[in-house]
T-cell receptor, first 115, second 113 residues
Framework: DAGVTQSPTHLIKTRGQQVTLRCSPK?????VSWYQQALGQGPQFIFQ???????QRGNFPDRFSGHQFPNYSSELNVNALLLGDSALYLC??????????????FGDGTRLSIL | AQSVTQLGSHVSVSEGALVLLRCNYS??????LFWYVQYPNQGLQLLLK??????LVKGINGFEAEFKKSETSFHLTKPSAHMSDAAEYFC???????????FGQGTELSVKP
């Protein structure tokens, strides 16, 4: 039973570019959340998708956008990259909707470096 | 609004010694509380969770935590540290398990031989 998988593992971009990160949720899960973890910090909630719609959003600018597909996989897009966007981006999935009592399972993340 | 404070960004113990990692939370509604562990270059692994019911919660790898409402605390303990416990530990709070998680800053645990 595959857990949460994220791709790519590492990514290097330059300022101003755009990036797309991908996530496949754990089998049986239908809700995907994205978190940003800066070096030495705890993860910060970006947004959550359920039924292909953004259900909750954290304090991140509109440069951060996402999408969820019918197979529950998800993408995180970041436009106009800034040096401060360098971080580990974590995807988490859970089952039965965003208000469920199922805990979130995390992937190993995508390490994004901005030069 | 909810928040989490982890006391001590770095804790060092000897192998076989008691592990105590501190977490205090703030929540206007009954919280769900979690401890996650993160090994280098990996994602977060759930150690244990408190939802309702018994306030002493047992998790994986011999860890446990006690929910104390009066102290707004959810400290993580392990009676005897093992070298493999060296990692970063995060306490988190949420209004519902599937929703937005709010994390503390993390505590790095070092285990000395």
């Amino acid at each position: 039973d595959a857990g949460v998988t994220q791709s790519p593992t590492h990514l290097i971009k330059t300022r101003g570019q755009q990036v797309t990160l991908r996530c496949s949720p754990k089998s049986g899960h239908d809700t995907v959340s994205w978190y940003q973890q800066a070096l030495g910090q705890g993860p910060q909630f970006i947004f959550q998708y359920y039924e292909e719609e953004e259900r909750q959003r954290g304090n991140f600018p509109d440069r951060f956008s996402g999408h969820q597909f019918p197979n529950y996989s998800s993408e995180l897009n970041v436009n106009a990259l800034l040096l401060g966007d360098s971080a580990l981006y974590l995807c988490a999935s859970s089952g039965w909707g965003w208000a469920s009592n199922q805990p979130q399972h995390f992937g190993d993340g995508t390490r994004l470096s901005i030069l | 609004a909810q928040s989490v404070t982890q006391l001590g960004s770095h804790v060092s113990v000897s192998e076989g010694a008691l592990v105590l990692l501190r977490c205090n939370y703030s929540s206007s509604v009954p919280p769900y509380l979690f401890w996650y562990v993160q090994y280098p270059n990996q994602g977060l692994q759930l150690l244990l969770k408190y939802t309702t019911g018994a306030t002493l919660v047992k998790g994986i790898n011999g860890f446990e935590a006690e929910f104390k409402k009066s102290e707004t605390s959810f400290h993580l303990t392990k009676p005897s540290a093992h070298m493999s416990d060296a990692a970063e530990y995060f306490c988190a709070v949420t209004m519902n398990q599937g929703g937005k998680l709010i994390f503390g800053q993390g505590t790095e645990l070092s285990v000395k031989p």
